[in-house]
Structure formats: structure tokens, C-alpha cells
């Protein structure tokens, strides 16, 4: 597995899984974000103190390869790595069967910022993940 800068450990719960026990394709955005969530408050910041201060990191675009499929009880590690692209802030996000080491999502999710509700360059969101970018 690459390096990242961010990784997390999530397990797959009986509720997110279809009739044949298949996690659904629409609960892997879940886990992306579960993921860039808690990504955000390691780096010392939540969603809370960003709309307290005015901004809104709003995804505008999710590019999503399903690889393998996870099933329940499995464990999955979920990482990424953060970048900037003018005023858009790129997650390169990939999903790893913990057991296996075998990729399960590779996704590219594009995120912009609104401040005061207006759409910024995001510098002062980039400010807040100085140390990723």
C-alpha cells in the first residue's frame, strides 16, 4: 500500500450491505467522506468550526473505480491524500481491504469552498491544511 496522509479503519455493519451481503455501491461515498471528516479534524479543524467561520468545503465532483467488493464483518482501511488545484482542494481517496491488502475504490473527489456563502480561491481553508498541501 502507498504511503498517505491520512488512513482509517472502518468496518462494514450488516445495515450497509444489500440481500446478498454486498455493501451497496452509494455507502462507499459514505466512507470517503467519513474519512475526509475525520481527516479534517486530525488536521486540527472540523465542519463546525469551518461554517462558525464561514466556510463550506462542498464536493463538486466524485470520480469512483469500484474495484472489489467488501461484505459484512469485513474491515477496510480508507486513505487519501490532499492537493491543491487553484481553488479546488483534490482528495485522491483509495479504499484497501484490510484483511487482503486488495484495492477496493480508487476515487477522485474535488472539493471548492464557499465562504459567506460565495464561492473563494479557498485560502483560508488551504491556510488551515498548510501542512498537507
Known amino acids: 500500500m502507498p504511503d498517505y496522509q491520512f ?23 459514505h466512507y470517503l467522506e467519513i474519512t475526509r ?11 463546525r468550526a469551518m461554517q462558525e467561520r464561514g466556510l463550506d468545503p462542498v464536493v463538486r465532483k466524485i470520480e469512483i473505480e469500484y474495484l472489489n467488493s467488501l461484505t ?18 483534490i482528495f485522491d481517496q483509495n479504499i484497501y481491504n484490510a484483511s487482503t491488502g486488495a484495492p477496493v475504490v480508487k476515487a477522485k473527489v474535488t472539493v471548492v469552498c464557499l465562504q459567506d456563502g460565495r464561492l473563494s480561491r479557498g485560502d483560508i481553508l488551504a491556510d488551515a491544511f498548510a501542512a498537507y498541501l
Do not use: K, P, W
Not at 482509517?8 to 455501491?25: A, C, H, K, M, P
Not at 459484512?72 to 482542494?89: I, K, P, Q, V
Open 7 to 29: 488512513s482509517l479503519d472502518i468496518r462494514v455493519r450488516d445495515y450497509e450491505t444489500d440481500s446478498q451481503g454486498i455493501v451497496n455501491n452509494a455507502n462507499y461515498l
Open 37 to 47: 471528516h475525520d481527516f479534517c479534524e486530525e488536521a486540527g479543524t472540523s465542519f
Open 72 to 89: 459484512m464483518g469485513d474491515t477496510m482501511t480508507s486513505c487519501l491524500n490532499m492537493r491543491r488545484e487553484g481553488a479546488r482542494f
